[in-house]
């Protein structure tokens, strides 16, 4: 209840902007710094999910502070639009790995990683950072999110509606089924807006949806819940196909997401996955 609440509320006020910052090479540069530094898997969803809501919030206090700029140019105390961009771009590896430390910090069974970590790393890249600008930019991350960087992954989903259907009494292989989950979370964060794509297509049943169907869709695309029971079935369908159909009503009552879309979720996963168009 308490997820899906949490789930909710992201969605009530979600960024029309949102997504933006889960393009594939930014998931994939977080998912190798993460396996480089031997994270715990939580932290390599959640320091995605801090990436990208940090980066949100700059981009809309960039948009503010041009539109200030606007009035305060005439009086030559405005920053052009141009500069505001080079600052963030300027920035954002710095951030990637501030969003990584962060996030391995909330993690309780792995290593954190420390700055001279963080700095060999980005003095490998040929950026000059100092231990003190390190530490300002995981502030700036900190102050711009108001400290609230705890949230649940998809990952948190899928684990405790496992949990869920194990004492409801499926009998499903645990220890496969959580290593299949993590293996196709990993794929639909590293190929999202192609699986999401797909999804869009089936729901609308139409190939060229409009830029409304689009912008309508971005609640679809994040909501976890819908991901999580997604994954889980994906998962189900491949280890133990005999389950999924129990499965798949199992989740729908739990959740309240339909047999329907869930189904719709699991083909379009799986279609990526085999590379064909083959119901």
Known sequence: IHLATENEQYLSELSDRAGCFKETQVVEFIFLLSEKWHLDQSARYQAVELLERFMIKQVEHICKSSR???????QGKGSSWSSLKDQIHDTFVLRLVSCIQLASKLSLHYNIVNSDTALKFLQSLKYSYTKQELLE??????????????????????????????????LLPAKPLHQMC???????????????????????ENSTPSK???AKFLTVKEDFMLLAVGIISTSVFILTPGHWK????????????????????SYAVLKHIIGSTTP
């Open 182 to 204: 993590m293996q196709l979370l990993d794929f639909s964060y590293l190929t999202r807006d192609t699986i999401y794509d797909t999804l869009l297509k089936i729901a609308i």
């Open 137 to 170: 930019s995981e502030l700036a991350v900190l102050k711009t999110l108001h400290f609230q960087i705890n949230m649940s992954t998809p990952l948190a989903y899928v684990e405790l509606l496992l949990e869920v259907l194990g004492h409801n009494g499926c």
């Open 212 to 214: 409304l169907q689009v």
């Open 246 to 265: 129990q499965v798949v009503e199992h989740l729908n009552c739990i959740t309240g997401i339909t047999s329907q879309s869930i189904l719709e979720f």
């Open 68 to 74: 200030e700029n606007v009035k305060s140019c005439e």
